[in-house]
């Protein structure tokens, strides 16, 4: 059996705001083994990086963590205090951003900054120790060591991408959070990048987890894919076995919707209407007033979230393709 | 093509910026952002023009929407009702009335509408600059086009903000703007990119709908081979300011010739996680287009490159037959 890294179980949490609250994130449960990565995929507003900074509890003063567990490694990061959490934070989970210029400090060196995060977490470590570890962290993830004592400004955005990938790996973390990585970039830097990022999680035998609006990033990267629809997980399992059958409506839908450039030219399907308002969500399951299979059950039961086939979890009631016994 | 046929002939187009540098901010190297490109697109058909951040598709957009005056070279427009323009050189009155006939799409429909106009506001300006029917025809064409563009009922859309409507419904909004004046040629500067997946396939089908409907061509703008698949009759690949190679889609997708065009297309994410994709790796890095040495543009990236192609200039675009176009000397 594999080692369970991080299980997150019934996740629920909300921002309030001057409207109401907004049920952001709703009954998530998922679980990532070690030297696994799992791909969380949905559309703007889905919660897949509410969830992201729920794991990390980064969340603004406004958000509240109502109800489930986040364990990781044996530890619940939802009952720990300030102090527990500083130790999880770099080196218990750590976080690659999107906007990798924002995550950079521009009036130190990237070297630097590298450092400091070294230090911060290992008291221990002087400064020379350090910086030969950043040396190290910088080869890599592909950088040339001399580029150590440049400014962010003065890196490519594929080199700040690698330089932010590098930090993230600076306290040998047990979970890598790479949220939307490659979002920013150029399609040819966006492939080195994501191979990168793959052979050194494969090497390190980490486990990670990818959060992409592109299916097809998160194909590529990912050993097992979420898929999630305003809030809520609507169906979980294996790439292969996702792709090949697909049991939400939803996640076929999104499939149906996404141009590819290789094989027959196939028509690309459209989904009606538009993601829904969270301040207001839907009755029942969320997805109904965009469902073609949707019924009066839909509209008044949650569809609970459980497994129809072997490791493939849906929370839908009228699933696609579910082999019958 | 002959050029009885073609809407658009695009040819030798430069625009160089100058880089400001020292006390007096003179300039003395330029920016070659687009360099000597020559395209025709037919009527009623539209032209996909892809390639990486920087590499002047979306100077070529503003060329030939005349946002930007062009360095030197040719754009001609063969409009049905208007006749033969050089838009390279229009000017004044000439130019404000050919703007009827020539329209854009922004990538961004959060910055390219006015926050404090209303949509119907939005929608009829142009009709309003060109001097076009009254406040009662300007309404009733306004509603048409919102119902057209899927924005119904359009009563209930003429009086809103942008700031009440979603992504989707905002750049719906910013097409009808654009063909509010019927115009025969639109570009379109990554429309969709900015839009989530099940909003874009939408956005995308409402364009290709209108382009039959009303006899529109696009160049379509954008640096997702995937969406110009889908989108355009053929694809022209941008490199540093050339194009280096121009093909009908399916011809340039299934059989690539230059050596970036190839490097490109196989660094596309693939939505299957069994198919094995080969990535043809290339080295470096896009260098930066200021006063590029005269050689081939890709010379220094390129896994074929010899002592020909540093001695001699960027390669011409030839033909190899069918319609495909390559600007290689290792082809």
Redesign the interface.
């Known amino acids: 059996m594999t080692e369970q890294m991080l299980q997150v179980k019934d996740l629920t949490m909300h921002y309030k705001t001057s409207k109401g609250e907004v049920s952001a994130v709703n009954n998530v449960s998922f679980v990532v083994e070690k030297g696994q990565s799992l791909g969380l995929v949905g559309?703007?507003g889905c919660g897949k990086t509410s969830i992201a900074f729920s794991l990390l509890r980064l969340l603004p003063d406004n958000a509240e963590i109502k109800g489930g567990d986040i364990i990781l490694d044996g530890d619940n990061i939802t009952e720990m205090d300030k102090k527990e959490l500083l130790k999880v934070r770099w080196k218990g989970i750590s976080m690659v951003f999107q906007a990798a210029m924002n995550a950079l400090n521009p009036i130190f060196t990237v070297g630097e900054q590298i450092v400091e995060a070294i230090q911060v977490h290992n008291q221990e470590i002087n400064v020379a120790e350090a910086t030969v570890s950043v040396a190290e962290l910088f080869t890599l993830v592909g950088l040339d060591p001399k580029l150590m004592d440049r400014y962010p400004h003065e890196f490519?955005g594929?080199m700040r991408q690698r330089a932010v990938i590098a930090m993230a790996l600076a306290c040998h973390p047990k979970l890598i959070i790479a949220d939307e990585p490659t979002t920013a970039l150029?399609?040819?830097?966006?492939?080195r990048i994501?191979?990168q990022l793959k052979e050194i999680q494969q090497r390190l035998d980490m486990s990670m987890i990818y959060i992409s609006?592109?299916?097809?990033?998160i194909?590529?990267v990912?050993d097992q894919i979420g898929v999630m629809y305003a809030g809520r997980m609507a169906e979980l399992a294996k790439?292969?076995e996702i792709?090949k059958r697909p049991i939400h409506p939803y996640t076929y839908?999104?499939?149906g919707?996404?141009?590819?450039?290789?094989g027959p030219?196939k028509s690309?399907?459209?989904?009606p209407g538009?993601?829904p308002d969270l301040l207001n969500p839907p009755s029942g399951c969320r997805f109904h007033p965009?469902c073609p299979r949707a019924t009066v059950q839909c509209r008044q039961e949650v569809p609970p979230f459980i497994e129809h086939n072997p490791e493939h979890f849906a929370a839908c009631w009228h699933p696609m393709e579910v082999e019958n016994e | 093509m002959s050029e009885k046929n073609s809407l658009v002939r695009v040819e030798h187009l430069v625009k160089k910026f100058p880089v400001s540098a020292g006390l007096f901010k003179t300039s003395k190297s330029f920016i070659h952002a687009v360099d000597d490109i020559s395209f025709e697109i037919g009527y009623g058909s539209s032209l996909g023009l892809v390639g990486?951040?920087g590499c002047g598709k979306t100077t070529t957009g503003k060329l030939l929407t005349r946002l930007y005056d062009p360095t030197s070279g040719l754009i001609e427009i063969n409009d049905p009702k208007v006749g033969q323009v050089d838009l390279a050189t229009l000017k004044g009155q000439d130019l404000k009335e050919f703007r009827g006939r020539v329209q854009i799409i922004f990538q961004d429909p959060y910055e390219s509408l006015n926050p404090r106009r209303t949509i119907f506001d939005t929608v009829a300006e142009p009709l309003v600059v060109q001097g076009m029917g009254n406040i009662t025809q300007r309404e009733e064409q306004v509603s048409t086009l919102l119902e057209t563009v899927g924005l119904t009922p359009a009563s209930s859309f003429l009086f809103r903000y942008p700031h009440e409507l979603?992504g989707?419904?905002r750049q719906r909004v910013a097409i009808a703007r654009a063909l509010v004046v019927n115009p025969s040629f639109v570009v379109a500067d990554e429309p969709t990119s900015m839009l989530?997946?099940?909003?874009?396939?939408?956005v995308?089908?409402l364009m290709m709908e209108l382009a039959n409907k009303m006899g529109v061509s696009y160049l379509y703008i954008t640096?997702?081979?995937?969406?110009a698949?889908?989108m355009c009759q053929r694809i022209a690949v941008m490199y540093i300011g050339k194009i280096i190679e121009k093909a009908p889609t399916?011809e340039l997708?299934a059989n690539p010739l230059h050596p970036y065009t190839q490097?490109?297309?196989?660094?596309?994410?693939?939505?299957?996680?069994?198919?094995q994709?080969q990535?043809i790796p290339?080295k470096g890095?896009?260098s930066a287009p200021i006063d590029p040495p005269d050689q081939c543009r890709f010379y220094n990236r390129c896994p074929f490159a010899d002592d020909f192609c540093r001695d001699n200039p960027h390669p011409p675009l030839e033909d190899k037959g069918d319609g495909h176009f390559v600007a290689c000397y290792k082809v």
Do not use: C, W
Request: aromatic residues 4%; proline residues 6%.
């Open positions: 559309e703007s490519s594929g150029d399609v040819i830097v966006q492939d994501l191979s609006h592109d299916i097809a990033v194909a590529e990912s790439s292969n792709f839908a999104l499939m919707a996404f141009p590819s450039i290789k030219k690309l399907t459209t989904l538009e993601p965009r | 990486e951040s979603s989707g419904q989530d997946v099940s909003i874009r396939i939408g995308m089908q640096h997702d081979l995937a969406v698949r889908y399916e997708l490097a490109l297309i196989s660094a596309v994410p693939v939505p299957d996680p069994e198919f994709r990535a290339i890095g896009v």
